[in-house]
Structure formats: structure tokens, C-alpha cells
């Protein structure tokens, strides 16, 4: 078999060091030919005589990035996706009966299936930058080559578990405490460090790491009593209905962690059955389309280093709080020194959990936010940020006071969530630089930005906003630009139908939880008191002329009087320090809620689609999951239309409008292309 991505070489120590640099690939990932050339180049080493073996990678990006996701696509069956499992388990358990010393060199991201690998060695050395996880249950699976049996082997339950469950990766430093990892040195000294590992064979960590505690919940009364807690904890956060994987995790430890072997196997058989459903390929198809988002910031332009926000409200001020975190210079204006405090003061409490065992770092972000009450950065600035009030007028008075003092190749980004870019250029003696640039809230959470080019916004400079959004680690979307652009278009009608069902009698609880029950990751009630009824009776308007939804005099009422929702403590729920007062409806008899709601999304979804307002209906489903946590085990608004069956929606549709009225008539032309 021919060489493609694994390269044994031998050193004058006789310590055979295996490259892993999979051709055409910017990050290692583990395919079913991988694997299989991998188990040759363990024969051959077998066969040296080697005094150790050393895993390494030859990719500047990390050591292995995971199993090659797209094959999850092309698996037909649970008997082809165990068949995989077994496959590769064999071979990782080949390396792990070795019967010399063998060490996974890490630096980079060491993630999924490469994690799997280095766990089946019997070293691990890290640089002090790599991060080590499982992030396999955002994909609706499970560690499958033998890698939940060896965390928690390896790590003990206590730390395995929340590494698998979460998803979430952790340093170096932390994974070197938890018994992950042996070593932990600075890069330049990896290669020693393996050397030194390999030649002196010392105990590794997790031998010396095991306690009484650890046995003790690995017995069976242990392992019932912890596995309650753990689906207890689990269920906090997700619906074992709708994200069945972690559960499936916590089972197989349940039935079978105190006997290695079979834990081997039926940790295959669940994790098969897992990639096969509907769940699993539904979540692989969003990394994809993410990764789709990505690209469209992977362009070669003129870089942007010092960012100017107008306007410290919520989203202006979280908006420059988020690119001063991303390494960008900021500077804040607002006409009141108080506002951008407030704002400040955000930035400082989302450093301190974000970057909590990094003091300087925190500091370091705060000193690239600097308070601009005169506007001085608007000259220096290689983008201006406009996120004031949603107010043609008011914007469009501030765009030709700026226009003046702005350099002359620098962009003006608009953070309106609805105001058309053309209306907005009237004004500008060069239209081609204005965009729009739609970050949701909350900033820091919200993976979306929407990119909206006008008739006259030039190709530059959107591709520097496409690399900006991507640089700041968010997803830019390109979308038309027209009253609501693509998602707020999509969610509003959503919205007024839950308004409307307040103001018919029906309690938002009992709304929120027919939503809930659907798989949203929020009730669209208290969605609208987040987002501000200032903001949703702004959208609303924009949208009236092509909605067939009129706005209630009394949200009017309640935005005049101050009413706006969680910001100002009331709204169609009360608040207390955040929280909504009142318990949630436990009631899973709906009616016609759920289906009232999810209609008039789909019709609307169908009708943007035919309009253009995104290219495809990829992009559409990339925006309602990312822009508003459309249910992800669902796949998007319009895999969710596939998957459900064009003709059974297009049949309920036609129900409730007899019921409800022409607001839920769809358009025969436009869902014919669907």
C-alpha cells in the first residue's frame, strides 16, 4: 500500500517518529483510508525494533482535527457505520498493544477521533497552546473509536464525562491536571520532552492520578448514582428527544463500565446507531454549511485594524466590546459618557469569564476599548460601525457628517436590522462603501452577521467585511438587501403570531413551551422581550407594507411608555435580575400554537427564497439556525420542509387559512420551486 499521509522515519536513537500530513488539507483529519495506511505503518514499526514511537504531526495547524466528517454523510446504514467503528478501533488498538512506548506529540488543536489516537498512546506531550476535546455531540454522536472507554480510563469519570458531554475543548495546562496529558512544555522544547518521555518510560499521570473515588464510582452502585446526576445535569440543558447522544454516553458507561471490552463494543454500536439517524446528519450538514460561511471570508483583501462604533447601546456596545476581544482596536462613541460606561463595564464582566485565567489578556482587551465621546476615531477608523437608533432620518443625518472625515478606502458598516441599504445611501457621495453589517444579540453568542450589499456597494469592499466577520470568529451571511433582510423577515411573522395569540387570550407561557417543545432553544415570547419591543415594533413596521400582519396599538403603547422587554424589566414577562418571573407552562397540549408558529416561519422562509433575498436554500438554513437557533437537530427551515414533506405543509397551510385567515395563504408559484 503507497504512502499518502503517514511517513515512519527512524533518528540516531532509534525512536521512530510517525508524520501524519494529510495532502490537500489545511488541518489533519482521521478518513477510513487513513486509518487503514496508519495500521500498515504500525506493522512496519512493529517490525523495526524501535526503542519508542512518536506520533507527530506535520501540519502548523495542530495534531488532528477529528475523523474526516464528510464519510458521516456517505455511511447508509448502523451495520456500514459499525463496521467503520470496529475498523478503526482495531487499528488504535494495535498501537495501544504495542509493546514499546509510544507517545502522541501535540500541538495545535488536538480534537474527536485525533484525541481518540493519542489517548490509545501510551504518552501524550502537549504544547502549552494546544486544546484537547471531544466536540463530537455537536454532530449528534459520541466518541466511536474507543475513545470514551479510554477518557475515562484515563481521566476518571469526573473529568471524562464533562469533557464528552459539553463538547467543549481545555488547555494544555488543564488537561495536564485532569491526567489527559503527561507533559506540558513550550513548543520549542516538544521534541525534546518526547525524546526524554520515550527513553526513560516514566509513570504516566493517569497511573499515578487514579483514587479511591475514582474506583469507587467505576463499581456498579457507583456508576448508577452518578449516571443519575449526570442525565439530571444533562437534561438542564438539552432534550434527551431532540440531542440523544450524550444520554446514549452516560448508558453505555452505565450497562458496561466495569467491563473494558465490551464497553469497546457497545460504545460502537451506540455510536453507530447514533450517525445513522436523522439527528446526526442533520447537525454533520450544519458544520458543513458553517464551514460554507467561513470560506466566504478566506479572501486576500486589504486587512481592517482599527474599528470606530457609533452608538454604545446594547448592540453597538457589545458589538465593540466583541472586536476590541478579537484583537482589534475600538474606539466607542456615544453622545452620553454614562452609555459607554454601561458598555465598558459589559466588556470588562465578558473578559473576566472569558479570558478568567488570563488577567493580562484581560487587560489587554480592555485597552484596545477606548471611550470616544468626540468621535476622533471616525478619521483613523478602516470601519465605522453605525448601530444608533432605527431611524432613516437619524441615520442618514449622521452619514453625511461622517462621510467628510472618513478615510477615503474606509468602509461604513450600518448594524440596522431592517432599513434598506439603498434608502440609507441616498445621502452618501460614495454609496459603493456602505453595507450592511446585522450582528444579533446577544454579540458574544450569536454566530451570525448579516452582510447586506446595496445596489451600489462595490465587491471590495464586501469582501473586507466578509474577512473582517470571519477574523472576529463569526459567520457571515450574504443577503439582499430589502425590508428585513433575511432573518428578521423570517422571524417577525413568527413573532406577531405569538403576539397575536397574547392579545386572543392565549397565556405566553403555554406559547413559549409549544416553541420549547418544538426543539427552539427559546420561546418566541420571551424572545421578543430580549431582542427589546422597541426593536421588534421597529422590524414590524418596516415590514408591514409586505406582511399581512398589522402591529397591536398596544405594543406601541408599551415602547412609548418604556415598556421594552428584559432591558427595561417588563415586558410581556416581568424580569428580576435578568430572570423572567412566572412558571413555564408544563403543559404539552398545544393545539394549534406549535403549528400556528412554525407555519408562518416556513411560508415566509419559502417566499425569501423566491425573492432572492439568499442565493440558496443552504444559506437560508445557515441563517435561521445560526441567526436565531432555528431547532439545529432539524437541520434548517428548509431541511426541515424536505424532511417533513412539501405536501403535508402545503396541506396545513391550507387548513389554517380557512381557520385563521389569509396571513397563512402560501404562494402556489413560490413553493412550486421548493
Known amino acids: ?28 483529519t482521521l478518513s477510513q483510508a487513513t486509518i487503514e495506511e496508519l495500521s500498515t505503518q504500525l506493522d512496519e514499526a512493529i517490525h523495526a525494533n524501535l526503542k519508542g514511537l512518536v506520533m507527530i504531526s506535520d501540519k502548523s495547524s495542530g495534531f488532528i482535527a ?8 456517505q455511511i447508509q446504514d448502523v451495520e456500514e457505520a459499525e463496521n467503520f467503528m470496529a475498523n478503526a478501533r482495531e487499528v488504535f488498538a494495535k498501537l495501544e498493544n504495542m509493546q514499546i512506548p509510544t507517545l502522541a506529540l501535540i500541538h495545535g488543536h488536538c480534537l474527536g477521533g485525533g484525541l481518540e489516537l493519542a489517548l490509545a498512546c501510551d504518552y501524550r506531550v502537549a ?25 475515562i480510563q484515563k481521566m476518571g469519570v469526573r473529568n471524562a ?153 446594547v448592540m453597538g456596545g457589545d458589538i465593540a466590546g466583541w472586536c476590541a476581544l478579537q484583537g482589534f482596536k475600538v474606539t466607542l462613541q456615544d453622545q452620553n459618557m454614562q452609555v459607554v460606561a454601561s458598555a465598558i463595564a459589559r466588556s470588562a464582566t465578558l473578559y473576566g469569564k472569558i479570558l478568567k485565567r488570563d488577567p ?59 432599513i434598506p441599504i439603498d434608502e440609507l445611501a441616498l445621502v452618501l457621495k460614495k454609496p459603493e462603501r456602505l453595507l450592511g453589517m446585522h ?33 472576529i470568529r463569526r459567520l457571515p451571511l450574504p443577503v439582499k438587501s430589502a425590508p428585513g433582510f433575511l432573518v428578521n423577515r423570517i422571524l417577525m411573522p413568527y413573532l406577531m403570531e405569538a403576539i ?28 421578543a422581550d430580549k431582542v427589546g419591543l422597541d426593536v421588534c415594533l421597529a422590524v414590524a413596521k418596516d415590514l408591514e407594507k409586505i406582511s399581512d400582519d398589522v402591529v397591536p396599538e398596544f405594543l406601541q403603547t408599551w415602547v412609548s411608555e418604556g415598556r421594552l422587554g428584559m432591558k427595561s424589566g417588563q415586558g410581556f414577562y416581568t424580569y428580576n435580575k435578568g430572570k423572567a418571573q412566572g412558571a413555564l407552562s408544563t403543559s404539552s397540549e398545544h393545539g394549534d400554537i406549535q403549528h400556528r408558529l412554525i407555519m408562518r416561519m416556513l411560508n415566509e422562509a419559502v417566499r425569501c427564497l ?43 397551510l391550507k387548513a389554517m387559512e380557512k381557520t385563521y385567515g389569509p396571513r397563512f395563504k402560501g404562494s402556489a408559484a413560490a413553493w412550486k420551486k421548493v
Not at 16 to 21: E, K, P
Not at 130 to 139: D, H, I, K
Not at 387 to 400: F, P, S, T
Not at 616 to 644: C, H, K, N, W
Open 1 to 28: 500500500m503507497k504512502n499518502v499521509c503517514w511517513k515512519l522515519e527512524t533518528d540516531a536513537q532509534n525512536i521512530g517518529w510517525l508524520h501524519l500530513d494529510v495532502p490537500g488539507k489545511s488541518a489533519n
Open 66 to 73: 477529528g475523523a474526516e466528517v464528510s464519510e458521516f454523510t
Open 127 to 151: 504544547e502549552e497552546g494546544a486544546s484537547l476535546g471531544f466536540p463530537e455531540v455537536n454532530l449528534g454522536i459520541f466518541p466511536g473509536f474507543g475513545g470514551s472507554v479510554r477518557a
Open 161 to 313: 464525562m464533562p469533557l464528552m458531554l459539553s463538547g467543549r475543548p481545555m488547555v494544555a495546562k488543564l488537561a495536564r491536571k485532569a491526567g489527559l496529558v503527561d507533559v506540558v512544555v513550550p513548543q520549542r522544547q516538544l521534541k525534546r520532552a518526547a525524546v526524554h518521555t520515550i527513553l526513560n518510560q516514566p509513570t504516566p499521570v493517569h497511573k499515578r492520578k487514579t483514587t479511591l473515588v475514582d474506583k469507587a464510582l467505576n463499581s456498579n452502585l457507583g456508576r448508577s448514582l452518578l449516571s443519575k446526576y449526570l442525565r439530571k445535569q444533562t437534561k438542564a440543558i438539552v432534550n434527551e428527544a431532540f440531542y440523544p447522544a450524550p444520554f446514549a454516553l452516560i448508558d453505555v458507561w452505565q450497562r458496561f463500565g466495569n467491563n473494558r471490552e465490551i464497553m469497546f463494543v457497545q460504545e460502537g454500536k451506540a455510536v453507530s446507531a447514533l450517525i445513522a439517524s436523522p439527528t446526526a446528519q442533520n447537525l454533520v450538514r450544519l458544520f458543513f454549511l458553517q464551514d460554507k460561511l467561513k470560506a466566504m471570508g478566506k479572501v486576500e483583501t486589504t486587512p481592517i485594524q482599527h474599528v470606530h462604533v457609533i452608538g454604545a447601546g
Open 360 to 418: 493580562r489578556a484581560q487587560q489587554a482587551a480592555m485597552d484596545r476599548l477606548i471611550p470616544d465621546l468626540a468621535g476622533d476615531g471616525v478619521a483613523q477608523a478602516d470601519l465605522i460601525v453605525e448601530a444608533i437608533v432605527e431611524n432613516l432620518d437619524i441615520k442618514q443625518g449622521l452619514y453625511k457628517s461622517l462621510e467628510p472625515r472618513m478615510k477615503k478606502d474606509a468602509i461604513l458598516a450600518t448594524n440596522t436590522s431592517g
Open 439 to 471: 450582528f444579533f444579540n446577544p454579540v458574544s453568542k450569536m454566530k451570525l452577521v448579516e452582510i447586506v450589499a446595496g445596489e451600489k456597494t462595490d465587491t471590495a469592499s464586501l469582501e473586507r467585511a466578509f474577512a473582517f466577520v470571519t477574523k
Open 500 to 527: 397575536r395569540m397574547v392579545v386572543e387570550g392565549i397565556s405566553p407561557q403555554a406559547i413559549d413551551k409549544a416553541a420549547l417543545d418544538f426543539g427552539m432553544p427559546m420561546g418566541p415570547v420571551t424572545l
Open 610 to 652: 423566491d425573492e432572492g433575498i439568499v442565493a440558496d436554500s443552504e444559506l437560508l438554513d445557515a441563517g435561521m439556525v445560526f441567526g436565531t437557533g432555528f431547532a439545529p437537530f432539524r437541520g434548517g427551515v428548509m431541511a426541515y420542509i424536505e424532511q417533513t414533506g412539501k405536501k403535508e405543509i402545503m396541506a396545513t
